[in-house]
């Protein structure tokens, strides 16, 4: 089946550095991937959906310059925290569809920032 | 109201059991549904995947969908441990667009 590759599984970083997540797909192409913040005990929250070759497109209320978002291949997108908060520290996602069946998750990246 | 309501539990249910997992939401223009599974600090796991109204069933997992009444429900027979997890319910308007999530119902199977 699909596969979605996440890394790193887990991260601690310090206040104010930068943190980047790969989202790999491993056995198939993703013009799409999407990024996903999920808070312990909530929902998956959509944070930005990330596109290939060209811009992402965030929700609304996230901030595009500190989640920087770069698609540079059909199966590799990157999520960057940058200049972190502990706010920020939270459980990241990455998701993608292949071309037949349901989104396929990766196995998220918990990121905790001291 | 949300888009997509799921009553969040926990539900316990003892080993063995049928279990059932609802969700409701109120737009109509949702055609795709969808059950992921999702254990404690892992990514969510897909466990059905179906196109407007109608029964699909895998293994002891049958997801049905009422587009007439925009409801949803997972069921799983013979229930195990290792079935406890949350369970989300995700809908999309169509096949490639963004999908969104219920809020999960924890879900534990007591042996």
């Known amino acids: 089946g699909a596969v979605v590759s996440q890394h790193p599984s887990w991260v601690i970083c310090k206040s104010g550095t930068s943190v980047k997540i790969e989202c790999r797909s491993l056995d198939f192409q993703a013009t799409t991937m999407f990024w996903y913040r999920q808070f312990p005990k909530q929902s998956l929250m959509l944070m930005a959906t990330?596109?290939?070759?060209?811009?992402?497109?965030?929700e609304q209320g996230v901030e595009k310059d500190k989640f920087l978002i770069n698609h540079a291949s059909l199966t590799l997108s990157t999520l960057t925290v940058t200049s972190a908060h502990p706010e920020d520290s939270s459980f990241y996602i990455c998701s993608a569809k292949p071309r037949a069946g349901g989104y396929t998750f990766g196995s998220g990246t918990r990121l905790t920032v001291v | 109201q949300k888009e997509v309501e799921q009553d969040p539990g926990p539900l316990s249910v003892p080993e063995g059991a049928i279990v059932s997992l609802n969700c409701t939401y109120s737009n109509s223009a949702f055609q795709y549904f969808m059950w992921y599974r999702q254990y404690s600090r892992k990514g969510p796991e897909l466990l059905m995947y179906?196109?407007?109204?109608g029964n699909k069933e895998d293994g002891r997992f049958t997801a049905q969908v009422d587009k007439s009444s925009k409801y949803i429900s997972l069921f799983i027979r013979d229930s195990q441990p290792s079935d406890s997890a949350t369970y989300l319910c995700?809908?999309?308007?169509?096949?490639?667009?963004?999908?969104?999530f219920g809020k999960g119902t924890r879900l534990h199977i007591l042996p």
């Open positions: 990330s596109n290939e070759g060209s811009k992402a497109t965030y």
């Open positions: 179906t196109y407007s109204s």
């Open positions: 995700a809908m999309s308007k169509n096949r490639d667009d963004k999908i969104i």
